[in-house]
């Protein structure tokens, strides 16, 4: 007699956007989910959806933090505790996207019968006509993925200098190509993206994501020698003393800075 599978583990980052067709088109599906959902906000309306989300589904872990703590330290945070619950793996989703019919469990299948070992898995989803890629279908990466247990055991975490968001994903998947870990992509169509959307619910963080961007990226452009295509450092900061490795107690502050 086979044994009940583990949880599949689902954390999601909230800042202005109730994700509603994420969590519709998840629940119900015949899969045992635990969510872990940070929220980054201030709105009591959505404090108070997200609360009563909690409050009638199964294993939820809910962290209402209210206040914009970083993409990379939650997500940080929920791989850990996700590891530490036993789920069988953990997905790092938007709050603007949706699987598609059938499509959460197609990726979980998918992300289950992986042969070897593999940096992320993550799966093509059809961008939404505010995206700069509309109506094209790509891969979703961080949108929509799971870090490999190899990733885990040879780069370890997400940096956390890269704050609130944006480039704490490109700065991974360098550090995964130094490693010589592969993407391992759900080339069906499994996901409805509507990217941006958190930023056209809130005016702040429309502003915020204008600055943090510009911020990360030189962040990124030093760490490495180069936007992601022409960096060439094999260590951060082009730094003996680092590692590409980053411990979950280290992702603060990983590094000897320049």
């Not at 006509?129 to 790509?138: D, F, P, T, V, Y």
């Not at 200098?161 to 190509?177: C, G, L, V």
Request: hydrophobic share 35%; with cysteine.
């Amino acid at each position: 007699m086979m044994g009940l599978r583990k949880l599949i583990g689902i954390t999601v980052s909230v800042y202005s956007n109730y994700p509603e067709a994420l969590f519709q088109s998840c629940i119900g599906r015949g899969v045992n989910i635990r969510w872990y959902i940070y929220y980054h906000g201030k709105d009591f309306n959505l404090l108070s959806k997200l609360k009563k989300f909690s409050e009638n589904n199964k294993n939820v872990i809910f962290l209402p933090y209210m206040k914009n703590r970083g993409l990379a330290k939650s997500w940080n945070d929920a791989i850990q505790m996700s590891q530490n619950y036993g789920d069988e793996f953990c997905i790092i989703a938007n709050d603007d996207i949706k699987f598609k019919d059938g499509g959460f469990v197609s990726f979980v299948d998918f992300v289950r019968n992986i042969e070897g070992d593999y940096g992320l898995a993550t799966v093509l989803g059809q961008e939404g006509e505010n995206s700069s890629h509309a109506g094209q279908a790509i891969s979703q990466e961080f949108a929509c993925g799971v870090i490999g247990k190899k990733a885990l055991r040879e780069i370890g975490f997400l940096d956390q200098n890269f704050t609130p968001a944006y480039f704490e994903d490109t700065d991974y998947i360098y550090r995964m190509r130094l490693a010589g870990l592969t993407i391992a992509l759900d080339e069906r169509v499994l996901v409805e993206h509507e990217r941006s959307k958190t930023m056209r619910s809130s005016s702040e963080a429309k502003g915020l994501v204008s600055e943090a961007s510009e911020r990360n990226r030189k962040l990124f452009i030093e760490k490495w020698g180069g936007d992601f295509h022409s960096a060439h450092f094999k260590r951060p900061f082009n730094d003996q003393r680092n590692s590409i490795y980053i411990s979950y107690e280290d992702s603060d502050h990983p590094y000897y800075m320049p």
